[in-house]
């Protein structure tokens, strides 16, 4: 037993305790007299307490009677025995005085696996007071408790919790060690529960802390701190990493086919036809939890180039609430302004996130480019007797006319509206149940001021193109988790979402064409895009005799639409006379060309099922980590472009010079007016599978490099994927493409505590693999309708392999700051990259193994510091950023031309700067700057310009956003946010001249929250 002391000497046992009569007795954790020692020590993966092993509560109850002896007898005090003032002495320990103090709950945090002392746990003594503390850096607390029993819990992120009922009388003095375990368990007396609280910045900041791998985690309430709205704001805001579009990630310099998206640990299907690229948008802040970047994963986790990047959606709560937030975006000169914002009347279904009926293709339409070229042959035909004509006359007419008609209208209160609830309750003595649902639903208006230019050989202007870009978007959002555990050993969970995003774009663009054609032009552009996202997972979490497995099944379906896409171009003579009038550029052609005049329909669909099975087994030395993964897609990609034409001999009686919505009204569609054709390509469309089945193998060991402690992860993951790909050639000709790979990847990460749970070393090493998806491989050109360009696969295309290194260095001086300083460098050999190539009268599009190695290196730099040193007034300020430097340069063969130059999307630097000031009426005000460095959006033909890198980049822009939020009373908050203060536009260059820029306006946020107590 442990030494009992009291005024500096030791009794080693009641034997030597002079003069009483003394007993042991066995009572589990409750104590009586002297002092007790505590500790919970698990022997075994699955102990059971018993009282002869070590972590018994072992009371000493003494009692005694005063008798005269011998005058060398001393009492505890050192007094003679017969002397009155160690009766009261002893009286006073041993009651009244022990009555009247608090007892002492002293601790210590372990990783019940490693022996790693966990910092900044918490613990909380539930009673009719309730008590709580958090644990110092070297995982130690002290609790003082009044008489009485308690409840206490030790909990922290990662880490299942722990709980034990305990008694606590006047003057105890307790010494416990917990150790806390990563996997759902049960022991005797200690309730394990796999509960994880991600939601705050400590806790992330704490779960990069204990990981393994090098990571950035971003947590709910800096989301909330930031005023970010979806996963696209929050990213951007992490180092080293860049959103382009709301949809394309770039990370370390590398573009977005180099970087895994995953939700809940899960495969999640993608929504770009010809790119894996996500739209982020589909992730609004208010489902998720925890956005964790992985820069250096270990074998459990894909091994990417640029990145793994997991969602995390909202955790079950630990007791019922609920919550409500309802506001309004106010636009800086378009809200409430009368005839301020241009646009056409949208579908009755627009409010819901997806249109169906509104924009849909007709019935009447063939269902094929040979039915409609079959139908046309007739109509052309002057000796038809089958109907034809009357039949291309009614799809005619059968097309949406309404949606031409353009509006001048004023933008109002747009609802901005979040409900989010939960509860978990007892079921039984080990078992509960629970669950959290979350609804969000916003609208938005704006207009933006567009420029658009192209440049010739010399820099001279090919074409002139400005106007406005009007933009209307409704996203919705709902999720529903459900958890139940049972019999403390085993968890099941459900987790679905549903998320859409509806945007509409109408564009007018005027402008002329001084290259060639000596043109004046304007553009009509009615733009609507639809995306959506479903996914459901199930899962379970399990420990048996010591071992602890998870498996999960994951459904993921995405799927884009571009429902009736409508492009009019109008054009004059550059120098004729300015009275006249613009005309339609309708041709009178069967085939037409539906980039000038036509309705596009593009429909991706994409199915993801995945499943998921691995294991944790404790060993001697470590931790060894098994699983086994396989993930199958199926893709879906259809494109119809039908193009206005005029009938046969030319459209009689219609007048090009009125705009669309009176030119293109359903009476003009005739025999002898206007008629629609056909000019899709076959090879346009095309049917996808992969499928990628891997196992990985980790072993974990902590280890000691002198006095310090480390831990070490050695791990492989062996990757066999498969593609498959159906489509046509240009000639029509069916075609089919199978590919197949089988790849090795290494990794080693570790981590070296330089000083106890303050300051880390980690670092880095692994291996990864990037394969072309889908269309990049196809052997035949296809139309890009996004880009609105001739793309050519490549058959020869080989995955890009890539070596990664990683350092960095993090200091965590107290709880919610950090300093980090991180070095990387990448080796990308047959790196991936977009190139341009000359293809009889056209340039085409097309992807190549770069020539040479792309080489890549950086250094990260983040920082979190409350400025207490600033003095009182500057308690409450927190100040957080990060800086990261990238510098990369790969070769690529360009027409007949080796070029090197960076990485498509790479900027060589980006910038977050932040300040949060938490005042003392408790409210929060945060103001937050970002800034990332030139990066090339568009690759050129080199060998075609005659000025030095021809390629279009994205220049340097600032962002600065500011955040209020206020609680009042019962309850309620109220947050006002503000978006592009500084008002600058996006603005691209090639060779020092301005191709493009459209400027956005500043948008207020006003909204009113309500949290049940």
Known sequence: MSCLRRHGRCWRSASELPMFRCKWSRRSLSTRGSAIAVRIHPERYRPRLSSRKVGVTRALHCWGSFAPGKGEEQCPWGLPMRSVYCLLGWLSWTGVVAQAQPGLVRGTVLDAETGERLGRATIVALSHDTVGVIADLRGEFRLKLGPGSYRVRVSMVGYAAAEQQLMVHGGDTLQLVVRLYPAVRQMHGVVVEARRQMGSVEAALSVRRSATAVMDVTAAEQMRISGDADAGQVLRRISSVAVMEGKYLMVRGTNERYSTVLLDGAAVAMTEPDRRALLLELFPTEILEQVAVTKAPTAELPAATGAVVGFQTTELPERSFWRLSIGSPYIVGLSFHRQGYVHYPGGPRDWLGWDDRWRRLPAQAPNSRQEMNALLQAVWNPYDTTGARQRWVALGRAFNSEIWRRDTGMVNLLPDFHLAGGWRM??????????????????????????????????????????????????????????????????????????????????????????????????????????????????????????????????SEGRQQQPDFRRLRYQRQLYGDPAEPFIAEIPATQQGDGTRAGRLFTDLLEKTFSARLAGRLPLAFGTLRVGFTAEQRWRRFTARSFALIQARGGAYNVDFTLPPEELLRPENFRADGLGISEDTKLSDSYRATEQVWSTFATVELPLELGALPARIAFGVRAELAQQGLSSHLVNEQPVETNRRWLSWLPTVTASLQLRREEMF?????????????????????????????????????????????????????????????????????????????????????????????????????????????????????????????????????????????????????????????????????????????????????????????????????????????????????????????????????????????????????????????
């Open 426 to 555: 007892q079921t039984g003595e080990q078992s509960e149940f629970g669950g959290v649902g979350v609804l969000t639903y916003s609208r938005s208006a704006t207009v933006n001021d567009v420029l658009w230019r192209g440049l010739l050989y010399d820099r001279s202007l090919l074409f002139s193109h400005e106007g406005i870009e009007s933009v209307r978007k409704t996203t919705l959002g709902a999720l529903l988790n459900l958890g139940y555990r049972f019999s403390g050993e085993h968890q099941l969970r459900v987790q679905s979402l549903l998320s859409r995003s509806f945007t509409d774009r109408f564009l007018f663009l005027q402008g002329a064409d001084l290259g060639y054609q000596f043109l004046q032009m304007r553009h009509y552009v009615y733009h609507p895009e639809q995306y959506q996202l479903w996914n459901l997972q199930l899962s379970g979490h399990h420990a048996l005799d010591g071992y602890a497995f998870e498996w999960a099944l994951g459904r």
């Open 761 to 1013: 070393l980690r670092g880095g090493l692994y291996r990864s693999v990037t394969r072309p998806v889908f269309r990049e491989l196809a052997p035949f050109a296809f139309f890009d309708v996004a880009e609105q360009e001739l793309v050519q696969g490549n058959p020869l295309l080989t995955p890009a392999d890539a070596w990664n290194a990683e350092l960095r260095w993090e200091w965590y001086p107290t709880v919610g700051e950090l300093l980090s300083v991180g070095v990387f460098t990448k080796r990308i050999a047959n790196a991936l990259e977009e190139t341009i190539f000359p293809q009889q009268s056209e340039l085409t599009r097309t992807f190549a193994n770069a020539v040479e190695p792309a080489q890549l290196w950086g250094i990260e730099l983040e920082v979190r510091k409350r400025l207490v040193m600033l003095g009182t007034w500057a308690q409450g300020v927190v100040l957080f950023g990060n800086l990261s430097l990238v510098h990369g340069r790969v070769g690529v063969r360009s027409g007949g031309l080796i070029v090197e130059r960076p990485l498509w999307g790479q900027s060589p630097y980006g910038i977050n700067l932040g300040v949060l000031w938490q005042t003392p009426w408790k409210g929060e005000l945060s103001l937050v700057w970002n800034r990332i460095g030139s990066r090339i959006v568009k690759v050129a033909q080199v060998e075609q310009y005659s000025f030095p890198d021809p390629h279009v980049y994205e220049q340097p822009r600032d962002l600065l956003d500011l955040v209020y939020r206020q609680p009042l009373l019962a309850g309620l908050t109220v947050s006002l946010s503000a978006k592009n203060l500084l008002g600058l536009p996006v603005r691209w260059e090639q060779g020092g001249v301005e191709v493009f820029r459209r400027l956005e306006p500043r948008t207020l946020n006003l909204s009113i929250g309500y949290r049940s107590p």
